[in-house]
């Protein structure tokens, strides 16, 4: 509604120019919290269970960096495009919260561990600022709405010390679409290192954006106003489409935007501002004096390199050249590594790599969605099965398409359906014969119309066949039949 | 060999290495019980103790400074935002003391958060000098040196970020050795100024530092800034030294330094040069800039090293409307004066308006420290200087920040540049015992030891 008030959505891109830049945490994967020896696998556990004086703030407990942070660090930082800075050191940011124990969040300011990468959503480099190590900090239960209106807060601090890649992109993005797609294709970059799962919903990544609007028609930029709260892929591209009408509502009623924060509210689909910047915090960021700073060696950067696997991007381009795939189907079946593997795995085995992506996109894909993936069980040998069944002509596409279906939710073998169910399909010549014969003679009006030139009414022929062979008939053949009757 | 029974006189001399002979061959538990007795006495008018433990394990009877953490004892750091902490765990020196068979039997008043140089700063009121009970013990380590100096322990732990060891064994005429920064580990410690500070020994003899030293140091997986250096600290003690280069610098007789002290420090020269020693007299010009940075460096960290005592997980929580207002009430009510001072100028220093103009200016003013001690260290074996320009004041007679800052001239240089220093007794002017300290380049902990324990024997004429 609110877009058709301003013009169609085609052009309006064209006279406001959204400018985005995203800023990213993503919890890495390592075993133990960033300076600490306490698990760093917390999801779903008690609160306040996996603590120790160092990442509850204890007095005199210190850090003490761990070497895993660094490996997946320079991994994510390698993938995408960075330089990796060698002289790594970490800052403390300053500032009170009850859910930072140590009144300071360990963090890299002054130095990140990588700069000046990129990352290519469908052709356009965004170009990534930097990318830092920081420890995550704790979560707040409050008895009430907030930490202002709640009678007491409880706070549990399992979270405290795990580990977080911080991911600033430049402000490249051109569109809120654009944006859910660079995060799309950051997860599976993620999945792909195996250095974070990127699941948005569990918080395992987090995103806030920063949003501006560029009047083309008079040149004038709009103030920039940070987005957060955006839970989901479907959010960050939600509340930053939001945010741009927003905007464009104000520059054209010639009011000034505000410098501001705003909250993505999930139950009115509207952002609502949290703070200006105006309070913005000082953090009087320092360094941190109780870890040396950490000199990564050419090795550790080379090994690390070494054992870099084939990420999205390279894989994307060797289905299309090698499967012969269009570069969309190819991104459906690159996406997620695990599905990528799979079809790879039954591209080979059944050499029909097209034929294969075919029913990865259309059935599979489809049993997923309506299924569930674990309700799913299929092999390499159940396509196997499959496609060499309607090779052979045993089956038509229709049947197999259900038996691929009672395959996959019951883990069976497809030939075995159809040897068990009698679907094999007729082949004979002389019953189809016998039976088109029949159709024919049925239907004289039909055959004279045919013959008069109304080509269409082969296939209602094909039909009438077809069911009376209860859907069994080889297509190819009953076609060959009906075209000698009636064409010979 | 030692005998069985001691009385309480000779327990107030014994030294660490015949207490551990004692050990050896007699029931420990008379060494704790003596020292509990002796607290018993004395501490009623030193206050050196803010708690004792009444129960120890046997072993050797030791203070430790209550801003380092002993399990499942009370850790205060001498300020009432921390008053009912108990430590959950042992801080590695305390774990390494235990394991050598040390007894802590309680831990030693200091200036709140080991900020201050007399130990009147503490929450749970001041401690005296045992050579004079109007005077201060200095600090803030100053429970722990008149816990050694009047024998009610064999030794202490203190800790020491611009002098905090070296000048209250100066002021109550004991050993006080601060060690190279990242010898000792630092886990457990309540962190002041986190690349400044060090833990180290108070003790009656340069030797007891060396033993004690033997026990603490060392690489500690727990403490980042710890480095990989065996070290035996005891193998100079007792050997003859070589003939040292000796560089005093000339800031050593600036005015604000006692005729006095001035006095001993020129018998002090004569003293080395009898013994075959060289004195050189040489022109450091940047120990004056010493205090004015050593007083950006360590409130900056202050500030931050302080902000996780906020009433929400451990100590005071004054009740208030609101969560800033709970911040504000519990910090204000919490933390005393000249902590908050420190806070106030460290969170300045920071902002990020002002963070090249003092923060970064401070740390180049730092190299350029070390690198003039390094330069003096190239030529020279030690530097050696009055450990303060003053002996002990009456308490409350200081109320001045910057005259109560000058004190430690002398000895923030060593903690600017990580450098090892010693201070020990050289007389006394009038009845007040004078420290001289002696310094030496990063890790020469061992040999700067050995040279001190030398001269500390012949100044016992043995």
């Known amino acids: 509604m609110r877009r058709n008030t301003i013009m169609e959505k085609t052009n309006i891109y064209d006279r406001f120019k959204p400018v985005i830049g995203l800023e990213i945490h993503v919890q890495l994967n390592t075993k133990t919290k960033a300076f600490c020896d306490c698990s760093a696998d917390v999801f779903e556990l008690e609160p306040n269970t996996s603590i120790c004086p160092v990442c509850t703030g204890q007095p005199g407990a210190l850090p003490v960096p761990s070497l895993e942070m660094f490996e997946l660090g320079v991994r994510l930082g390698l993938a995408l495009n960075c330089e990796i800075n060698k002289y790594s ?49 704790g979560k707040l239960f409050h008895a009430g709405d907030s930490i202002t209106e709640s009678e007491h807060s409880l706070v549990d601090m399992n979270r405290c010390g795990i580990p977080l890649a911080e991911i600033v992109t430049e402000p490249d993005i051109e569109s809120p679409e654009q944006a859910r797609i660079f995060m799309e294709k950051l997860r599976s970059i993620l999945r792909y290192l195996g250095v974070s799962t990127g699941d948005m919903e569990k918080g395992a990544m987090r995103c806030d954006a920063n949003i501006s609007v560029v009047d083309m028609l008079t040149g004038k930029q709009s103030n920039k106003v940070e987005v957060k709260n ?101 991104w459906v079946l690159v996406e997620d590594k695990e599905v990528g593997d799979f079809y790879e795995e039954v591209a080979k085995k059944v050499n029909e790599p097209k034929e294969v992506a075919n029913w990865f996109l259309t059935e599979l894909f489809r049993l997923y969605g309506e299924y569930g993936k674990d309700k799913i069980h299929v092999t390499t040998e159940t396509f196997n099965e499959i496609i060499g069944l309607i090779k052979e002509g045993t089956i038509s596409r229709n049947m197999a398409k259900e038996i691929f279906q009672e395959a ?73 039949v009906l075209n000698r009757l009636l064409r010979g | 060999m030692e005998k069985e029974v001691i009385n309480k006189e000779e327990f107030k001399k014994l030294t660490l290495r015949r207490a551990f002979d004692f050990l050896e061959n007699s029931n420990g538990q008379k060494l704790v019980e003596k020292s509990l007795e002796v607290i018993e006495n004395e501490d009623k008018i030193l206050n050196a103790f803010i708690s ?88 803030s380590s100053g429970g722990s040196a008149a816990a050694v100096a009047s024998g009610e322990v064999i030794a202490a732990l203190g800790s020491d970020t611009g002098g905090s060891i070296r000048q209250p064994a100066a002021f109550c005429g004991v050993v006080g050795f601060k060690p190279s920064y990242g010898l000792v580990s630092r886990y ?19 030797e007891d530092s060396a ?45 604000g330094v006692e005729d006095g002290i001035k006095e001993k420090m020129q018998e002090f020269i004569r003293f080395c040069e009898s013994l075959g020693h060289n004195v050189d007299i040489v022109d450091i010009d940047e120990i004056k800039y010493s205090v004015a940075t050593y007083y950006i460096i360590a409130p900056s960290e ?32 919490g933390f005393g004066d000249e902590v908050r001072r420190r806070i106030l ?14 923060f970064e200016k401070a740390q180049k003013v730092r190299r350029k420290i070390s690198m003039k001690l390094s330069e003096v260290f190239e030529t020279h074996d030690f530097i050696v200087t009055p450990t303060s320009p003053i002996t002990a004041f009456k308490v409350g007679s200081v109320s001045d920040p910057l005259v109560y800052y000058m004190m430690d001239i002398f000895t923030i240089p060593a903690n600017l540049a990580g450098l090892p220093a010693i201070s020990i007794p050289f007389g006394k002017v009038e009845h007040l015992p004078v420290g001289i300290q002696i310094m030496g380049p990063r890790f020469s902990d061992a040999k700067l030891l050995g040279f001190a324990d030398n001269l500390e024997r012949h100044l016992k004429g043995n």
């Open chain 2, 52 to 139: 004792v433990n009444k129960n120890p394990e046997i072993g050797v009877p030791i203070g430790i400074k209550d801003n380092i953490n002993v399990m499942d004892m009370e850790t205060t750091c001498a300020s009432k935002i921390l008053k009912g902490y108990i430590a959950p765990y042992d801080a590695t020196v305390v774990k390494k003391l235990k394991a050598a068979k040390f007894a802590i039997v309680g831990k030693t008043n200091l200036d709140e958060f080991a900020m201050g140089a007399s130990t009147e700063y503490s929450a749970f009121g001041v401690t005296r000098n045992p050579h004079d009970t109007d005077r201060v013990a200095g600090g």
């Open chain 2, 302 to 333: 202050v500030s931050s090293n302080l902000s996780r005592f906020d009433g929400v997980k451990y100590g005071l929580r004054v009740s208030a409307d609101g969560l800033r207002q709970m911040y504000e009430e519990s910090r204000g009510i």
């Open chain 1, 230 to 330: 955006m839970n989901s892929f479907k959010f960050v591209e939600k509340a930053l489409e939001y945010e741009y009408y927003r905007i464009i509502e104000l520059m054209e009623k010639g009011e000034e935007v505000q410098r501001e924060t705003r909250g993505w509210n999930l139950n009115t689909k509207t952002t609502v501002s949290m703070r200006s910047k105006e309070e913005a915090h000082d953090y009087r960021y320092f360094p941190e004096p109780d870890i040396p700073p950490v000199l990564l060696s050419e090795e550790f950067i080379d090994r690390i390199k070494s054992t870099l696997v084939e990420l999205p991007d390279e894989r994307l381009k060797r289905f299309v050249d090698e499967y012969k795939l269009n570069s969309n189907d190819a």
């Open chain 1, 89 to 137: 050191r970490f800052d403390r940011k300053n500032y009170f919260y009850p859910d930072l124990p140590k009144g300071y969040q360990i963090t890299q300011f002054f130095f990140p561990l990588a700069e000046h990468g990129y990352l290519e959503v469908n052709g356009k480099k965004i170009r990534i600022t930097r990318i830092h190590l920081e420890e995550d900090a």
């Open chain 2, 211 to 255: 033993i004690l030293m033997n026990v603490i140091a060392g690489r500690d997986e727990n403490d980042s800034t710890t480095v990989d250096r065996k070290i035996d600290f005891t193998q100079f003690i007792g050997k003859d030294m070589p003939k040292m280069k000796i560089a005093v610098p000339k800031q050593s007789f600036n005015e």
């Open chain 2, 345 to 358: 100028i460290g969170t300045f220093t920071l902002s990020a308006a002002y963070y090249d103009a003092y």
């Open chain 2, 188 to 206: 457990g410690l309540v962190a002041f100024a986190s690349s400044l500070d060090q833990i180290g020994p108070i003790t009656k003899t340069v």
């Open chain 1, 408 to 480: 996959a939710l019951n883990g069976a073998s497809p030939r075995k359906i159809v040897e068990e169910r009698g679907l094999k399909q007729v082949d004979d010549v002389g019953l189809i014969e016998e039976i088109a014969k029949r159709v024919i003679e049925s239907n004289p009006k039909q055959v004279e119309t045919f013959k008069a030139g109304k080509e269409g009414l082969f296939g209602f022929f094909v039909g009438q066949v077809m069911k009376e062979l209860k859907g069994k008939g080889n297509p190819k053949t009953v076609n060959e």
